[in-house]
């Protein structure tokens, strides 16, 4: 705006001409362009000008003082997009926004194929996370565990050393000796769309029987990962996040096809949510606070880091053949009678 009124303050009235007197416009419109020039020519001021030309005509107005023809500075603020910002400004910017938005329609369109596959999955209460994984490990070593443990603080029910007010995810990204990997910079390839893939914070990579390595190679994908979590922050956490655990447990099933179940968590500096699917559909519970339920939240990441493939949700009566990090063969056990059926 303050370009716009400037050029329409500098602009001069347009008296009629006699036509004699037409040469002498030529002469002043040229004297005024060469004053022009030796101002900067600006992308700011380009865009006055062609402001200034298809602006209507304006009555005629007497100025009381004389304006200043020093033009206004550019605005150093390049970051931020004003209404005013010339048009090559947005052009420039418009990379950088279309590539984010890219991403978020991706990760939309992930979300509608495996809730189209899964269906809609209902919320739960909080308390359906307490009665899972009650055989993992007993409430007395749990109990043992706090009372060691300097993670936690029992006078106080907090964990300890987790950031309340941080600004970056990556600070809530723990650090164990176990079979947890940083996964943030990670693509774990989708087998039904090979254009496709997912970039979860953290995964449980695992070996064994039923896991294989992705694509043959080394490193972690869907094809050896126990279990996968994600890290948001509580002010930037939504429900899309908690449907986006639905692509990762799809891919799951996919990858390794004796898959009975597959669970994902979400965490938050304060809270987690976790979400299961199966061949029948999924759901996903409520927010659940770490700080208030440290047993339950330790059971949760015993039960999704678990040596037992069946505690994994896996299909133990299924045995591959690993050869070279591929599954070449397989062999299927009978539960009761333990007979080997070959399914190679």
Not at 167 to 178: A, C, F, G, M, Y
Not at 217 to 242: H, L, P, Q, T
Not at 249 to 266: D, I, T, Y
Not at 322 to 336: E, L, T, W
Request: aromatic content about 6%.
């Amino acid at each position: 705006m303050r370009l716009l009124e400037y050029a329409q303050l500098t602009r001069p009235t347009k008296p009629k001409l006699h036509p004699k007197q037409r040469i002498y416009r030529n002469t002043e419109t040229s004297n005024r362009l060469q004053g022009s020039r030796a101002r900067p020519f600006t992308r700011s001021l380009a865009a006055a000008h062609r402001a200034q030309e298809c602006a209507p005509p304006e009555p005629q107005a007497t100025l009381s003082a004389p304006v200043a023809t020093t033009p206004p500075k550019p605005d150093s603020h390049r970051g931020s997009l004003r209404s005013d910002t010339p048009l090559e400004t947005l052009e420039n910017a418009s990379p950088v926004v279309d590539e984010a938005q890219d991403i978020r329609d991706k990760l939309a369109e992930q979300r509608r194929a495996a809730l189209s596959d899964l269906g809609k999955l209902p919320t739960v209460g909080d308390s359906a996370l307490d009665e899972l994984y009650r055989d993992i490990v007993s409430e007395r070593r749990i109990d043992a565990f706090l009372a060691k443990s300097t993670l936690y603080d029992l006078e106080r029910q907090v964990w300890v050393d987790i950031p309340s007010g941080t600004e970056d995810k990556t600070n809530l990204t723990p650090v164990s000796t176990r079979e947890i990997v940083d996964a943030r910079n990670t693509k774990f390839w989708h087998l039904d769309d090979r254009t496709q893939s997912s970039n979860p914070c953290m995964a449980i990579k695992a070996a064994g029987p039923s896991f294989s390595l992705p694509h043959g190679g080394n490193g972690v994908g869907f094809d050896n990962a126990a279990s996968v979590f994600d890290v948001k922050r509580d002010a930037d956490v939504c429900e899309d996040d908690a449907d986006q655990l639905a692509v990762y447990n799809r891919q799951l099933f996919f990858h390794q096809l004796n898959r009975v179940f597959s669970r994902s968590l979400l965490f938050t500096e304060t809270r987690v949510r976790l979400v299961h699917c199966d061949r029948s559909g999924g759901y996903k519970t409520a927010w659940l606070n770490v700080h208030d339920h440290p047993r339950t939240f330790i059971r949760l990441i015993l039960g999704l880091s678990s040596p037992r493939e069946s505690a994994l949700g896996l299909d133990t009566s299924v045995q591959w053949t690993i050869k070279n990090g591929a599954k070449v063969a397989g062999n299927r056990y009978a539960r009761r009678l333990r007979k080997k059926v070959s399914t190679s």
